[in-house]
């Protein structure tokens, strides 16, 4: 489970790693993040109103996407031939367990958010690993 404290750490030192960035490739890194970044509030919605795994779509996340879908179509499915009860159990399966993405949807899009920007910082020659302590490692 994602520790809410380490993601927002890891959203600092990140911060602090595009700082140090050359003018124009803090202005590059700033414009594509901004493209790339996703919405907190988009994945909640998309959770909360779709749940048949929309959120996970959004990620990127193909497969969970996948599961997600085909868990509910085959629930669906055995409730229309008549396995009311058997056709629950993937549907509730499904809504249990994206409950908990939904709670913790901002945690979640953070951390996405930060593998995002790792992969700009050394896309533009940074090193989103070195420490904060030290801005002028990356130049």
Known sequence: MLD???????????????????????AAFHREARRRLKDPDTYAVLNWFFIVGLHHFYLGR???GLLDVGLVAAGIGLMVEGHVLAGLGPILAVLILE???????????????NRIQRQLLRAYGADPDASAADPGHNR
């Open 99 to 113: 409950l908990g993405a939904l709670f913790r949807s901002q945690v979640i899009v953070q951390d996405w958010n």
């Open 62 to 64: 193909h497969g969970r």
């Open 4 to 26: 809410w404290r380490a993601v927002e750490a890891e959203e600092d030192r990140l911060r602090a790693a595009a700082a140090g960035l050359p003018d124009q490739e803090r």
